[in-house]
């Protein structure tokens, strides 16, 4: 198994910025396509973006605001997020997908604990 740890979530004003990392162990990390999804107070887990095979994929909702990227000799994941909207506010969990295309939470058998994003206007 794969075990997940994300950090770098904070509070940060509307048009700030962070970066999330998500750190891996327990399998070759770079052997598997990995992605960011985010769940708000009283709302489904989403998602945000995932690193695939050939690229990477995002949310409408994100798109031209937030980076994923990766370091495989670091085994870690991360999401560089600007611009950010206090509608980002949420906690965000990175995952490690198996199936599919990568933007459903069923691709995932992998998930971290997550890390609060909050924005505040």
């Known amino acids: 198994q794969v075990q997940l740890l994300e950090f770098g979530g904070g509070l940060v004003q509307a048009g700030g910025f962070l970066r999330l990392s998500c750190a891996a162990s327990g399998r070759t990390f770079g052997r598997y396509r990995m992605g960011w999804f985010r769940q708000a107070p009283g709302k489904e887990r989403e998602f945000v973006a995932a690193?695939?095979?050939?690229?990477?994929r995002y949310a409408d909702s994100v798109k031209g605001r937030f980076t994923i990227s990766r370091e495989n000799s670091k085994n870690t994941l991360y999401l560089q997020m600007n611009s950010l909207k206090p509608e980002d506010t949420a906690v965000y969990y990175c995952?490690?997908?198996?199936?599919?295309?990568?933007?459903?939470?069923?691709?995932?058998?992998?998930w971290g604990q997550g890390t609060q994003v909050t924005v505040s206007s």
């Open positions: 995952g490690a997908c198996v199936q599919g295309s990568c933007d459903t939470q069923n691709d995932y058998d992998e």
């Open positions: 690193f695939v095979w050939i690229g990477s």
